[in-house]
């Protein structure tokens, strides 16, 4: 009797979990929904103040992308690793060592002696901490957050991450078997935005995809459609590509998913669309963000996750020097629009993102 009474109490506050949702009341007056969250408000502040420096810069970004490395780590048919697990730390000395995983390295040096000084798990700090640094970019959404991970038990093997020289098919598929569709997959890709590469092309390190890295906006789609001049690098490095500015880097697999006809069309539609953009990256990420975990045991955050800033322009614009001519149009059913309009002045270089 007394566990049929407990399923049924489950089963009521499940339909009507917003109405009898406990309050907790956290020690600086925050008022949660679990008290669980309280402790994260400390582990909120310290990444923004002691770890990104209050910037959508380096670290930032870096917690942004391993995220994706971590949670990738998971196919839904099994045998590839528990997903968003945090087990790229705690099995460092195996995955980091994956080519894809390269740089990687860096960031795991931060979040790791923080993870343990604030007692939390590794996928904890990585997935609620990629929730945080999004909140510093300007444009960003708010990603539903939770935190509860327990410990990694398994590491990832190698090649579930994807490489900028991998055929967009294998691209595709790679993602498909963890769950995502083509349109996930480009959702994800705004990421990109708030991205620059070391790895790839050394010789031009910290060099950014699009001219604005330190904003979550659709510009990383739209440059991405321009066309390119060669790229000055020493050419040793594959997955590299041709760069419409001087300074931007291009990875190939985004020039070839921008300009692929399974993916071109939501490509073009979110250079179009910084509000969908923002919406359909917040659904990927937070569905990455869960792969291989139990939801129902996890609690939900997302609360204390702060708003970011707007992005500086609420559209795409054509840099200094480019308009509509410059677009290589790549979706078969929608020619791109004559509404962006061109930034004043001359091409200038785009800035390399700063280290931290
Ligand atoms: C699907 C195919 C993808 C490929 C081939 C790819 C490849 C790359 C490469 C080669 C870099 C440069 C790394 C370096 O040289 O330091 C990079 C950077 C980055 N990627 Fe991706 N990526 C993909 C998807 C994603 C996804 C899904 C996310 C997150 C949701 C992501 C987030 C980032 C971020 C934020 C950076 C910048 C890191 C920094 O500036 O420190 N990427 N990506």
Not at 21 to 34: I, K, L, Q
Not at 290 to 297: A, I, M, Y
Not at 331 to 342: D, H, I, K, N, V
Request: glycine content about 8%; hydrophobic content about 45%.
């Amino acid at each position: 009797m007394l566990s049929v009474a407990l399923v049924s109490l489950a089963a009521a506050s499940t339909a009507y979990g917003a109405a009898l949702a406990p309050r907790a009341t956290c020690s600086d007056g925050t008022v949660v929904s679990n008290a669980q969250c309280c402790n994260f408000i400390a582990v909120r502040d310290d990444l923004i103040n002691d770890i990104f420096e209050g910037q959508c810069g380096e670290f930032a970004h870096s917690t942004v992308r391993i995220a994706f490395h971590d949670a990738i780590g998971f196919s839904t048919s099994g045998g590839k690793g528990n997903g968003a697990d945090g087990s790229i730390i705690a099995f460092g000395t195996t995955e980091l060592g994956f080519a894809a995983n390269a740089g990687i390295d860096e960031i795991v040096e931060e979040l790791q002696p923080f993870a343990d000084a604030h007692g939390i798990s590794y996928g904890d700090v990585i997935h609620f901490g990629s929730s945080v640094a999004l909140s510093l970019c300007p444009g960003a959404p708010v990603v539903q957050t939770f935190i509860g991970r327990g410990n990694a038990t398994v590491a990832a093997p190698d090649g579930t991450v994807p490489d900028p020289f991998n055929p967009v098919t294998q691209i595709l598929s790679r993602m498909a078997e963890a769950g995502f569709s083509s349109d996930e997959v480009v959702a994800l890709l705004a990421s990109h935005s708030i991205a620059a590469q070391d790895q790839v092309e050394p010789a031009i390190a910290r060099s950014p995809f699009d001219s604005t890295p330190a904003a979550f906006d659709s510009q990383v789609f739209l440059e991405t459609l321009l066309k390119g001049t060669a790229f000055p690098g020493d050419g040793a490095h594959q997955g590299e590509s041709e760069s419409p500015l001087p300074g931007e880097f291009r990875l190939e697999s985004d020039d070839a998913i921008a300009r692929d006809s399974r993916t071109a069309c939501t490509w073009q539609a979110l250079a179009l669309d910084q509000a969908l953009m923002a919406n359909k990256f917040a659904a990927a990420m937070a569905k990455m963000s869960l792969l291989g975990q139990s939801k129902p045991s996890l609690v939900d955050c997302t609360e204390i996750i702060p708003k970011a800033a707007a992005a500086p322009l609420s559209k795409a614009f054509f840099p200094a020097g480019k308009t509509l001519a410059d677009i290589e149009q790549s979706c078969a059913t929608q020619t791109f629009p004559s509404t962006l309009s061109t930034q004043a002045g001359t091409t200038t270089s785009v800035a390399p993102v700063p280290e931290q």
